[in-house]
Every structure is written in structure tokens, then in C-alpha cells.
């Protein structure tokens, strides 16, 4: 359930489309958002006076960049970089790095504006940012990478640091991006500043279960969302696209949980195994040889590829997109209930339409946006942050039962915050409301920023 927008947030909504011309995935996230909060300016008047909703959808500062590199024949290259530090109201800007093609203005602008109030919901004093590039890593050698990431953070370098803007991983940027970038950052600045990156490796300050933390901590949030219909992982049938750090770790949690996963993707095809996906073989064939999961089938005989196909048709109990934005539209969500899926949980930003959320509401199964659902990862990253603080590092367990807690805590927040306004397990308006009233209140204690 949405509520109905009231005149004067249609009257917001049409100037920032009007403002932001083009930018189709930053106005579908601001008008989720939007449609959530019109009880919350009936509760808070004082936020209307003040316009905090028009300066929230401002981003504080739009940073775009040339990133210039050479290739391993020496061929130049030339993409464009992004860094949209969207909201410090809470922190220093926090949020991903993406590497893809895709990429443009309107991508890191609703990864940044979601990011807000992801971080909100973490209870951790984290402020909203997002960037990248359109560069595609895909079929790179590791040294085209590295300079790749040297440009870039010649640029980045005057914009980022611990106490301003915190930059990590997100599509095409992981381990070993964060290396080369926080190596460069060292090199530039002539400064050990660990806390300015996230994601790092454990040799030079990174945390123990950042890897895993997106799609643990989504699972963990589904869990709690089983739980509140007396269910679990034990025994459901799973299905979870992409094959990246989120969809690895997905996997991993959901066996370790006595759940199955029968399907995985990537852009290219789906791989279907009903005896259960086989981790190993997955993180072997994406982590270390950086394959195609085409390559699955050919090591395990039994699981079948399907070209161009589409995950979302495989039935399921529960799914757990974890790939990219809107790959989930209505069609396939109808699919979805009509093969008796019972829980939805985002691992992904912004993976369903807005016609697929309908549905899911509709048909009143458990639905986790990601704002939400994958929150965990730069909930981790906070924990490194306050790791590099301390100049300490803390044990993998007790590291992931920070993690649990938090995700129980988001997922009680947004459970409560849904019953308060009059939306009963809606968790989108529960993570919308209580994420804006955090950053809400306190831009209004700050005055005019
Ligand atoms: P990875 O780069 O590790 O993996 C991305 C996976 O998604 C790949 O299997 C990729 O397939 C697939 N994919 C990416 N873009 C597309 C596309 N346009 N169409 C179809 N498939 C696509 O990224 P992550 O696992 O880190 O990120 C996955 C999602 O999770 C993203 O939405 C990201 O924003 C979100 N997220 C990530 C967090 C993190 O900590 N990493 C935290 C919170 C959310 P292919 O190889 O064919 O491109
Ligand atoms: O979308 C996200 O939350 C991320 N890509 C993780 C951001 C972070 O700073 O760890």
C-alpha cells in the first residue's frame, strides 16, 4: 500500500521532475519515497514549513569528472565519473562505488537518495552518497583496472576523507578495486587514512564479514520477516539472481539456515540446479576466475543453463533479487505469487518496479525493500569505520552478531514505524517514514542546511 499524494507532494514531485530532467530511476525512487509520507507531514507540520522533503531530493553537492586511462594495446580512453554526496545530515556522505556501463547522473542520483535513508535506518551516524563511472570492467585485465582506478582517484582524492565523504563497493567494485583506489589515495595525500574507504582488505584495515554482509544481513531480515508468520528458511525453496558479492553471500546464509537455492543468474542466462546451488563452484567460477555462470553447467552436469532466461519464472518460496534495478516488473511478480512465492527480500537497490511492488502488496506477501533488506552491507562498513577508529579489528563472530542485531533492529523499526502511520506489514512505508524522520529532524535541528 502507497497512500494517496497529497497536493502539495504532487506539487514537489512535479517540480523535481521538472528540475532533473531525463533521470527516470532517481524520480521512480523519489516518488516511492514521496508516497509514503503523507501522514508524517500530517504528525511533523514543521517539516513542510521548512521544505525539508524539497532539500532532502537537493543533493548537498554534484561532483562529475573526465577519468582518462590507457590500455594494455595503449589505446586512450576517456569515461565520465560521479560522486553525489546527497545528505550529511548524520554523518559523513557513505555509499558505493558502481563500475558499469549503465551508469549515468540518474543511477548514482537514486543510489544516493536510497542510501540516505538506508543509512538512517542503521542507527549508525552515517550521511548518504553514492558515485562511479561508466566504465565496464568486464573483460579488463587487472592492470587496465588498476590505472582505471588510479585516474579515478586522482579526481576523487579532493572530495572524499573519513570526517566528509566514505566511498566503497557496489556493482564492479570490490576487493580488489578498493585496493587500488585506497593505494592511490595513499599515495596522493601522503596519509594512512584508513577510515576513508570501506571494503578494504584484511591486510591493510579492512573488517571481517564485510564481504558477506549484503546478503547476509538480507537474509537475516528475511528471517525476521518468516518469523513474524511463525515460518523460516528451514526447508523453502530459494531463488536468487546475479552472481556477484551480494547473491554469493545470499546463498551461503540461506543453506547455512536449512534453506535451498535453486537458481542463479547473471546478464546473460540463468542456471537452474534443483539438487541446490553448489557455492563452491560459483564463488570459484565469479570470485577467483571471474567466468560466466554459463561455465556452472558444464561442471555440474545435472544443473541446466537457460540463455536468456528468466529467473523469476523458476518457483520459488522465497526470492531474493540481487543483481540490479528493476528487474522485477509486474509480469514477473505476478509470476512470482502465482508460483507460491511468500517472501520477497531486496539484496538489490530498487530491483522491482513500481508495478511489481503492487503486486507483492496485493497479494500481501512479505516484501523487504532493499533500503531496508540490504542495508547490512554499508551497516558493516560503519563497523569498519569505527574498527579503524579504535585502530582495532574484532573477531568474525562477534562481528556478525553485530550485523544480526542490527538487521533485527531495522526490521523492528520498520515493522513498528508501518503500524504507527496505519500501514500493518508494509514495509515500505515503515523503511520510508522511519529513515526521513531520522534525517528529517535532524536537519531541523541544524537550521537552514
Ligand atoms: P557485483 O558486481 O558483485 O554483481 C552484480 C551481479 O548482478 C552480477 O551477477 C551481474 O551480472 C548482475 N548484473 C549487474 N548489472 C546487471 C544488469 N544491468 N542486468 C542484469 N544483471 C546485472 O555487484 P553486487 O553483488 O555488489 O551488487 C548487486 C546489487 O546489490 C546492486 O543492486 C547493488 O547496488 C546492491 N547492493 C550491493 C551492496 C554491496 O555491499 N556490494 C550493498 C547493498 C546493495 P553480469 O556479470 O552479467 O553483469
Ligand atoms: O548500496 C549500498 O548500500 C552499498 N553498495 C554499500 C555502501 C557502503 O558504503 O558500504
Redesign the pocket.
Known amino acids: 500500500m502507497s497512500f494517496q499524494m497529497t497536493e502539495s507532494l504532487e506539487t514537489i514531485y512535479q517540480e523535481i521532475i521538472r528540475k532533473n530532467p531525463g533521470e527516470t530511476e532517481f524520480h521512480q525512487a523519489v516518488r516511492e519515497v514521496l508516497e509514503s509520507l503523507g501522514p508524517v507531514l500530517v504528525k511533523y507540520p514543521e517539516f513542510l514549513q521548512n521544505k525539508i522533503i524539497r532539500r532532502i531530493c537537493e543533493p548537498e553537492r554534484q561532483i562529475i569528472f573526465r577519468v582518462p586511462w590507457v590500455d594494455d594495446r595503449g589505446e586512450v580512453h576517456i569515461n565520465r565519473g560521479f560522486r553525489v554526496e546527497f545528505n550529511s545530515a548524520l554523518g559523513p556522505y557513505k555509499g558505493?562505488l558502481?563500475?558499469?556501463p549503465?551508469v549515468y547522473l540518474g543511477i548514482i542520483k537514486f543510489?544516493g537518495f536510497e542510501q540516505i535513508f538506508?543509512n538512517a535506518l542503521t542507527g549508525l551516524p552515517i550521511g548518504g552518497g553514492k558515485g562511479g563511472s561508466d566504465f565496464d570492467p568486464?573483460g579488463k585485465s587487472d592492470a587496465e583496472v588498476m590505472r582505471f582506478c588510479q585516474s579515478f582517484m586522482t579526481e576523487l582524492y579532493r572530495h572524499i576523507g573519513e570526517h566528509t565523504d566514505v566511498p566503497?563497493?557496489?556493482?564492479?567494485?570490490?576487493g580488489r578495486e578498493i585496493g587500488y583506489l585506497f593505494g592511490q589515495y595513499k599515495r596522493i595525500t601522503n596519509r594512512y587514512e584508513m577510515g576513508v574507504l570501506t571494503?578494504k582488505g584484511m591486510a591493510y584495515g579492512g573488517s571481517l564479514v564485510?564481504t558477506e554482509?549484503?546478503?547476509y544481513g538480507a537474509v537475516f531480515f528475511v528471517d525476521e520477516m518468516l518469523k513474524v508468520n511463525k515460518q523460516s528458511f528451514e526447508g523453502k525453496t530459494c531463488t536468487v539472481?546475479?552472481?556477484?558479492?551480494?547473491?554469493?553471500y545470499t546463498i551461503e546464509k540461506i543453506h547455512q539456515l536449512g534453506g535451498k537455492v535453486v537458481a542463479?543468474?547473471?546478464?546473460?542466462g540463468v542456471i537452474v540446479h534443483e539438487k541446490g546451488i553448489h557455492l563452491q563452484t560459483v564463488q570459484q567460477l565469479?570470485e577467483i576466475e571471474r567466468r560466466?555462470?554459463k561455465d556452472y553447467a558444464d561442471i555440474h552436469k545435472d544443473a541446466k543453463y537457460i540463455p536468456k532466461g528468466n529467473i523469476w519464472e523458476i518457483p520459488c518460496q522465497v526470492a531474493m533479487p540481487?543483481?540490479?534495478?528493476n528487474?522485477i516488473n509486474g509480469k514477473d511478480a505476478e509470476k512470482l505469487v502465482k508460483n507460491g512465492c511468500i517472501a520477497v527480500g531486496e539484496?538489490?537497490?530498487?530491483?522491482t518496479t513500481p508495478e511489481g511492488v503492487r503486486v507483492f502488496q496485493t497479494a500481501k506477501i512479505a516484501y523487504g525493500p532493499?533500503k531496508a533488506t540490504?542495508?547490512?552491507?554499508?551497516a558493516t562498513?560503519a563497523l569498519e569505520m569505527q574498527q579503524n577508529a579504535s585502530r582495532d579489528s574484532w573477531t568474525f563472530e562477534y562481528t556478525e552478531k553485530r550485523l544480526a542485531k542490527i538487521m533485527s533492529n531495522i526490521h523492528q523499526v520498520c515493522y513498528e514505524t508501518a503500524e504507527e502511520f496505519g500501514a500493518p506489514g508494509d514495509y515500505v512505508v515503515g523503511a520510508n517514514i522511519a529513515g526521513f524522520v531520522k534525517v528529517a529532524k535532524a536537519m531541523l535541528a541544524m537550521g537552514l542546511i
Do not use: C, W, Y
Open positions: 558505493g558502481r563500475f558499469h549503465s543510489l538506508k568486464k566503497a563497493g557496489d556493482i564492479g567494485v570490490g571494503g564485510r554482509a549484503t546478503g539472481s546475479g552472481s556477484g558479492n551480494v547473491a554469493i542463479i543468474s547473471d546478464s546473460d565469479k560466466r555462470i540481487s543483481a540490479t534495478q528487474e539484496g538489490a537497490n530498487m530491483p532493499g540490504n542495508a547490512g552491507g554499508v562498513s
